[in-house]
């Protein structure tokens, strides 16, 4: 059953006479988010003139400049493996277990897509790839500031601008809110896909192997409602 909930964009504004929203809730550092991204984008290129896609962070793990405990370090190593298994065409970088110093800290990379975002809706994705990319592919640690400033750089934004928002108290105030609304969305795990549906609340389940089942659900449940 879906929920009652107001429909909130992700600056928490109320919508109104608009497409439904669906929303995909993530972080930028979560290995599962990584491994849903080819099929997140074909589901986006599938139902681009259905629905407002919405991208909202869920924020893993907070601040932390400890060292991962030894015990997180290889539960997350062997989720790697696991979903090298079973998401063909999804690759880790395992040599970043070894050549950084791991930090159960996501919240820095949050962040970042946010500041991100200040300069275009559209960084708001081309960061979260590059954090992807980063972390799983170059072993590179997006826990670090450094890091976040070199692939804004890499990225094309501008550097001052971006790290001044980067360090700016409204951006974790943003991240507060976007956090707020995935708990009133009842979201606890990512990747996540939401559909606000004039005020009712679906999730939608995921397949990380095809978009098939997630789109035929959406259109199913947006027919009904125009039933």
């Known amino acids: 059953m879906g929920q009652s909930l107001k429909s909130l964009d992700e600056h928490g504004s109320i919508l109104a006479d608009m497409l439904p929203i669906l929303y995909y809730v993530h972080d930028p550092m979560c290995s599962w988010c ?10 986006q290129q599938q ?13 893993l793990a907070t601040d932390n400049l400890q060292a991962m ?12 493996r696991t979903i090298q298994e079973r998401v063909p065409g999804v690759q880790f970088n395992f040599d970043f277990w070894t050549v950084c110093q791991p930090r159960r800290s996501t919240w820095p990379a949050c962040r970042a897509v946010i500041a991100a975002r200040q300069q275009g809706e559209g960084n708001d994705k081309l960061m979260t790839v590059a954090i992807q990319t980063a972390y799983y592919r170059q072993a590179r640690n997006p826990s670090d500031d450094d890091i976040l400033i070199q692939l804004a750089a890499e990225t094309g934004l501008d550097v001052n601008q971006f790290t001044h928002d980067l360090y700016d ?13 995935c708990q009133q969305l009842n979201v606890d795990s990512f990747p996540a896909l939401v559909l606000d549906r004039d005020g009712s609340i679906w999730r939608i389940p995921i397949d990380y192997n095809n ?13 009904d409602d125009n039933d």
């Open 169 to 181: 108290t409204k951006t974790q105030q943003q991240l507060d809110k976007e956090r707020t609304l």
């Open 34 to 43: 990584w491994a849903f991204q080819a099929v997140y984008s074909a589901i």
């Open 211 to 223: 978009a098939s089942s997630s789109v035929e659900l959406i259109k199913q449940l947006l027919e």
């Open 47 to 59: 139902l681009k003139d259905k629905v407002q896609h919405r991208r909202l962070l869920g924020g």
């Open 69 to 80: 405990p030894t015990e997180m370090q290889h539960y997350l190593l062997q989720t790697w």
